[in-house]
């Protein structure tokens, strides 16, 4: 186990997905200065009850490392792009110091087996699909020909990313312990989505804040 400085977000932080901060919070900049000292990494969690600003939320306690890959300074707040690493369980949270910390368990990372090549085919073109039929009725964030790692995990849990799911399913896919359960579970939660972007789309319905939406979280 170790100690992790942690960054709650209204969004899930999945491996091998980017991730873009726009850091302003006090608590926040005094966590960027350490985390840039130790080796720029630092864990995100999704938050359960709550909001990103001003602390006192509830906090799922599954999550993601993230790597520093870019950092800039403006005016008002501080950018910072980081990717998507190994995964985590949070076994006890820590008092602020003054921002978020926890003491973490790291979660095996997903064994590959080339017999799950044709899955993870199969898995990509109804991915792919799935994005281009909701793109008809609400924009995605991203496009349905983007590209992915030549890592087959790495692609499997990306194309988790790019899905167009709500964080609640993303971060139930988070847990998976298999790549063969999450690419099955990943197939039947998308077309699911899917299903009901456009039987609210015939309704003439919005659906709710936060489907498909995996926008960058404010500190």
Not at 104 to 122: C, D, G, H, T, Y
């Amino acid at each position: 186990m170790t100690v992790l400085p942690i960054f709650p977000l209204g969004s899930v932080l999945l491996p091998g997905m980017p991730l873009a901060l726009r850091i302003f919070e006090e608590r926040f900049v005094v966590m960027l200065a350490r985390v840039l000292e130790e080796g720029g990494e630092f864990g995100v969690v999704l938050i359960e009850r709550g909001q990103e600003v001003g602390g006192g939320d509830q906090r799922f306690r599954v999550g993601t490392v993230a790597q520093i890959t870019q950092c800039s300074v403006h005016d008002r707040w501080i950018s910072v792009i980081a990717v998507g690493g190994r995964r985590f369980n949070v076994v006890e949270w820590l008092a602020d110091d003054p921002h978020p910390r926890a003491r973490v368990q790291w979660l095996p990372s997903l064994e590959w087996s080339e017999e799950a090549r044709p899955a993870l085919q199969a898995t990509e073109r109804i991915i792919r699909r799935s994005v281009a039929r909701a793109s008809e009725f609400r924009d995605q964030r991203w496009p349905a020909q983007i590209g992915l790692a030549e890592d087959p995990v790495t692609a499997a849990w990306q194309l988790v990313g790019i899905a167009p799911l709500g964080p609640l399913d993303q971060i139930d896919l988070l847990q998976s312990r298999e790549v063969g359960q999450l690419l099955s579970r990943l197939v039947g939660l998308a077309e699911a989505a899917v299903e009901s972007v456009e039987f609210s789309a015939g309704l003439g319905f919005d659906e709710p804040d936060g489907f498909g939406d995996e926008g960058p979280g404010q500190g």
